[in-house]
């Protein structure tokens, strides 16, 4: 998302955090392991949530070197390949949440952490 010239100063603002990464994961990681969502929603959030967060990285990277969008296609063509990437991991999880709710032995929620340095 391109930030308005009129606000640079907030520019910041506008891109999601490490932290706020890491704590959405483990909330979709709660709610899927209470019940509260199914595995298809939970793998349609966390493939939305993976694809802003790269994506917002490919940009943040471009304009923080001094560059206009939109992005090059050498780095359109990165930013997917990496977004496909990370989404072939997802169906992993959902499984492990999965399990771990029918075992009853605690939602993984430690992995959100790991998700969160990933895309950091």
């Known amino acids: 998302m391109a930030v308005p010239q009129i606000i640079p100063h907030l520019k910041g603002w506008f891109y999601k955090t490490q932290e706020y990464f890491e704590a959405t994961v483990e909330h979709l990681i709660n709610q ?3 019940g509260n969502m199914d595995g298809g929603q939970f793998i349609d959030i966390m493939d939305s949530l993976i694809s802003g967060q790269i994506y917002d990285a490919y940009v943040q990277a471009w304009e923080d070197d001094a560059n206009v969008l939109p992005l090059p296609d050498f780095l359109q063509g990165a930013e997917e390949q990496n977004v496909v990437e990370q989404q072939d991991f997802v169906q992993g999880l959902e499984q492990d949440v999965i399990e771990a709710a029918i075992d009853k032995t605690g939602a ?5 952490a790991l998700w969160a340095k990933l895309m950091a």
């Open 32 to 34: 899927l392991y209470n």
């Open 108 to 112: 993984p929620t430690d992995r959100a």
